[in-house]
């Protein structure tokens, strides 16, 4: 309500929540800030384009989301958070693989007599 001054609708509340760039809890504020953390934990070296994978993730689905008009956004809704949800995990298993790589299980084998 504070930030529209007015009348409050289902468009306007997704817009809230899906794209303000200043609202915490938006899709969008998230994905920035992701964005955000990734790179201080590997600032960019090379000039041109992102080599890190999980920031390229991230990147797409943010500009998906932001780039494009609300109402092609919430045509079809389900579908779009789903690219969402499916990017961020994704670049959660690239973290992953990256600073948290799983040692190599070891096997216990019984004592031969």
């Not at 990734?38 to 080599?51: K, M, N, Y």
Request: hydrophobic share 40%.
């Amino acid at each position: 309500m504070r930030t529209y001054r007015g009348v409050a609708s289902d468009e306007r509340a997704a817009e809230f929540l899906l794209l303000d760039r200043l609202f915490p809890r938006s899709v969008l504020y998230a994905l920035n800030q992701a964005e955000d953390c990734l790179a201080d934990l590997a600032p960019a070296t090379e000039r041109v384009g992102v080599s890190d994978q999980a920031r390229r993730l991230l990147g797409r689905a943010r500009t998906s989301l932001e780039y494009r008009s609300l109402g092609e956004v919430l045509a079809d809704l389900p579908a779009e958070m789903e690219k969402v949800q499916r990017a961020c995990s994704a670049s959660s298993e690239e973290v992953a693989k990256r600073y948290f790589p799983r040692a190599v299980t070891t096997a216990w084998i019984g004592e031969v007599s």
